[in-house]
């Protein structure tokens, strides 16, 4: 098997604004760990999609490369990963669970119209036990604080590997 090789230019990256983790070390920590304790008690892939969709609507591209491989690693389907931008009309990938975290997750990063409707919350508190909605809130609020960092700071996307922390 050969492989033709292809000469592709492509458009340079834009600078990064600020290392913003280098100059308020002690706020990144605290994010790492704030991260790290919204995380508990949430499945992994659940966790994975709604990272990616609040990082969709977020226009975040660092984090939508970071979490889209970390969903890769952890065997997340490349369809699924896919399809999320569109979830509404493809329903049939995801579980009942899964479509409650992701429609509470649009609700809350958007809230641009207002309060999180009640009847969005109430899809999401039938499907999760209360500590572990909590869980989700908090992972949904924490991906929205990374995100502001990500787009603010103009941090690059492209260079994440899989296991590592920005």
């Not at 458009?11 to 920590?29: G, I, S």
């Not at 992972?139 to 920005?166: D, E, K, L, S």
């Amino acid at each position: 098997m050969s492989t033709t090789e292809t000469n592709t230019t492509y458009a340079a990256e834009p600078p990064v604004r600020l290392e913003w983790a280098r100059h308020a070390p002690e706020v990144y920590k605290a994010m790492v760990r704030l991260d790290s304790a919204a995380r508990k008690g949430l499945d992994a892939t659940l966790y994975e999609l709604v990272k990616i969709r609040a990082s969709q609507l977020n226009r975040c591209a660092f984090c939508l490369d970071m979490h889209t491989k970390d969903a890769l690693a952890a065997g997340e389907s490349v369809e699924r990963i896919v399809q999320l931008g569109a979830w509404e009309e493809s329903r049939h990938f995801y579980t009942e669970k899964e479509l409650a975290a992701i429609e509470l997750t649009e609700a809350v990063t958007v809230l641009t119209d207002g309060f999180v409707p009640d009847e969005v919350y109430e899809r999401a508190a039938k499907r999760f036990e209360e500590p572990e909605l909590a869980q989700l809130i908090a992972a949904i609020a924490v991906i929205n604080a990374w995100n502001r960092f990500g787009v603010t700071c103009r941090m690059t996307p492209g260079h994440y590997t899989p296991g590592q922390r920005a």
